[in-house]
């Protein structure tokens, strides 16, 4: 498929056609990764951001309760905490 290129502010941008993003399931605001290789311009959709950590708050808290979190040892309740 043929597009134009066209000024947007100092750069230039082009438009996808509708086709194309939904077969990339792109949506506004996505991420794209643009590169030249071989002399060609290639947009793809930007790799899906990582986990930032190894497990889950499920996880973490799996098996514990109130004698084993041992949260009186860890903080001291106020009286407005408590709703004194």
Known sequence: MRT???KIGNSLGS???AAFARQLQLSEGAEIDVQIQ???LVIAPAPKAKKR???SEA???NGLDAFTAHAD???TVS???LGE
């Open 59 to 61: 996880e973490l808290v």
């Open 15 to 17: 438009i996808i056609p």
């Open 38 to 40: 071989a002399g060609k």
């Open 79 to 81: 009286g407005k905490e």
């Open 53 to 55: 950590f190894p497990f």
């Open 73 to 75: 040892e860890l903080a």
């Open 4 to 6: 134009q290129v066209r």
